[in-house]
């Protein structure tokens, strides 16, 4: 890392310094094409340091800057609040995956960054930007990580699309939570954030391994199935798709996968059972799996946190008095095309619960 005390110079100053380091370098580069060719990410903050010394001379920050160790947020530090993260590539290219959204290791106080991006690919070219204004997009490696775009055009970073500008979101006590919501917000049918966990969305947590459905325990299958009727009402449809959402669920907060997640819901046929005096016939074995599993399915729907549910229900109406009353209505209108009276199964299945 890079660090000058300097408190005096402006944000406009330091915006100078950078755009001259960056000349400088560049004119180098020109002079001496093979000169940065071998410099990766930490051999390049040394001549990052030597040519903001350079072009520092005559300024409020000369004799200012010196190189820290340490893996901080960002590289140099100015003044306390102005700073510079330097990233370089081999590739010919201008975008690179870049630090984390959450900012952990950000050095205290630092309000503005600017990046020193290095092609390290001839021609070698330097560029540099205010940090917020190339952020194009948010990427997912073992945590949620901003996208850099050197080319960026005005107006088109991730903070635009988000509606939330970079001091508002960097600011917050989890900033996860509004990437979460934006993505949430743009997915189209058959699409899920698979590295967020529906339990606890804000931790963008995900399954460290993937299981396939079948060499699940009995126990766990039933949790599972239990969990999915409380949770997408559209399984008891006849859409073509109506596991869709589920399976991407399965994957998403429990890593686990299917070759065909029909088969758990069918498995068996038919049935006829009979409930609170009232016999049921030739019924869909899933009706038979909700009222065998109807205590968990009850805990599921009373106990899921309101914020899982509006987002898998797709609707607000998510009061714990009035929980169980909509989703049955939700199964209902689900069930449309069902011969049998699906509300009065669901009265008899529940009224015990």
């Not at 950000?106 to 917020?132: A, C, M, N, Q, S």
């Not at 766990?220 to 109506?242: C, M, V, W």
């Not at 009232?278 to 899921?304: C, F, G, W």
């Not at 095309?337 to 009065?344: H, I, K, L």
Request: hydrophobic residues 35%.
């Amino acid at each position: 890392m890079i660090i000058t005390t300097n408190r005096e110079p402006s944000l406009e100053e330091f915006e100078t310094l950078c755009v001259k380091m960056c000349d400088y370098m560049n004119d180098r580069a020109y002079k001496e094409p093979d000169y940065y060719l071998s410099k990766g990410a930490q051999k390049l903050e040394p001549e990052v340091k030597s040519a903001l010394d350079i072009v520092a001379k005559g300024t409020m920050f000369e004799n200012t800057i010196e190189i820290i160790s340490g893996q901080r947020f960002p590289d140099i530090v100015a003044a306390e609040y102005y700073g510079i993260e330097v990233k370089s590539t081999k590739d010919d290219k201008w975008t690179m995956i870049g630090g984390s959204v959450a900012e952990g290791t950000r050095v205290e106080d630092v309000d503005h960054i600017f990046i020193l991006f290095g092609k390290l690919h001839k021609p070698v070219e330097f560029r540099t930007r205010r940090y917020e204004d190339c952020l194009c997009d948010i990427a997912v490696t073992h945590s949620p990580r901003y996208k850099i775009d050197m080319e960026l055009p005005k107006g088109e970073t991730i903070f635009d699309k988000m509606g939330i500008t970079y001091d508002e979101m960097r600011k917050l006590d989890n900033p996860i939570v509004p990437v979460v919501k934006y993505f949430r917000s743009i997915l189209k049918p058959g699409e899920s954030l698979w590295w967020v966990n529906g339990e606890d969305a804000a931790s963008g947590a995900a399954p460290a391994k993937i299981r396939m459905w079948k060499t699940l325990s009995k126990a766990e299958r039933e949790d599972l199935i239990s969990q999915g009727f409380a949770l997408f009402p559209e399984l008891f449809s006849n859409s073509p798709n109506k596991y869709e959402r589920f399976t991407l669920w399965l994957v998403a907060n429990h890593g686990v996968v299917s070759s065909s997640m029909r088969d758990p819901f069918s498995a068996g046929g038919q049935v006829d059972f009979e409930i609170s005096g009232r016999v049921y016939e030739r019924l869909p074995q899933k009706y038979h799996q909700l009222a065998t599993y109807s205590n968990k399915v009850k805990d599921a729907i009373m106990n899921i946190d309101e914020q899982t549910l509006v987002t898998t229900w797709e609707e607000g109406n998510t009061e714990l008095k009035n929980r169980m009353q909509r989703w049955i209505q939700l199964v209902v209108n689900a069930a449309i095309s069902e011969t049998f009276d699906v509300a009065q199964f669901l009265e008899d299945v529940f009224d015990d619960n």
